[in-house]
């Protein structure tokens, strides 16, 4: 049920738990019939909204559910860092493949192009009518990103960046959460290595207005991985 036009976008509703469905090139689930199917079953448990990556997986998704999709777009560009949406061209085919809210990097990094992140929300937002989450590294991104106008920030890019691995946590960046939570007046989204219930609560115990979670959910190689580390070497 594809929306009839960009002006129909759904916002995302607070609280909710976002999953995302995607999966890498060599994942036995990849590609857009297994999304398809890895979001239905995200919404029949309960989930707010679907996190999807690239035009073939947002479509599929799109044609079976009018839930919220936050849409991004992982292209690879020579000679830049940045990944996520880095470009206006990447966010347009989002937007006419069904995505409600585009999801792109608010690093202060260089973008192809020479696109600003103050442009590519503005146009976002002015040019395709849609919501921008701006996935962040540190309190400065988002602080940033809710000054330039995004509508959502979160801590997708925390321990990700050259300038934050040095300080990746091993489980969800509850620090720099807070941090943000305590810093920006946006619905702030936690994202990141989120493993556990106990984790998804103590984020919203933080000021977290969405919790966003993926391989924990939506990776059975992971999950499996993570129950046989406890299979002893003989018994």
């Known amino acids: 049920m594809p929306i009839s036009s960009i002006s129909d976008a759904r916002p995302l509703v607070f609280p909710c738990l976002i999953v995302s469905c995607q999966a890498y090139d060599d994942n036995p689930m990849r590609g857009p019939t297994f999304m398809r199917a890895m979001a239905l079953s995200a919404l029949q448990g309960g989930a707010g909204a679907i996190r999807a990556n690239g035009v073939e997986d947002i479509q599929a998704i799109r044609e079976v559910t009018d ?31 069904g995505a409600d809210v585009i999801a792109l990097d608010a690093t202060p990094r260089p973008r192809p192009n020479n696109e600003t992140l103050e442009t590519l929300i503005k146009r976002i937002q002015n040019e395709l009518g849609l919501r921008v989450f701006a996935d962040c590294s540190t309190i400065l991104d988002a602080v940033t990103a809710a000054k330039l106008g995004a509508d959502y920030v979160s801590t997708t890019m925390a321990g990700y960046t050259p300038y934050t691995a040095k300080n990746k946590t091993v489980g969800p960046d509850f620090k720099t959460l807070e941090a943000i939570t305590q810093s920006v007046s946006l619905p702030v989204i936690a994202e ?28 059975p190689v992971d999950i499996t991985k993570r129950f046989v580390k406890e299979v002893p070497d003989s018994l």
């Open 67 to 97: 839930a919220p999709i936050v849409g991004l777009n992982k292209l690879w560009v020579a000679g830049f860092e940045v990944y996520i949406t880095p470009t206006f061209e990447s966010a347009r085919v989002l937007a006419q493949a």
């Open 192 to 219: 990141g290595r989120f493993w556990t219930p106990f984790e998804v609560a103590h984020a919203f115990e933080l000021g977290a207005s969405a919790v966003v979670i993926g391989t924990a959910i939506t990776s």
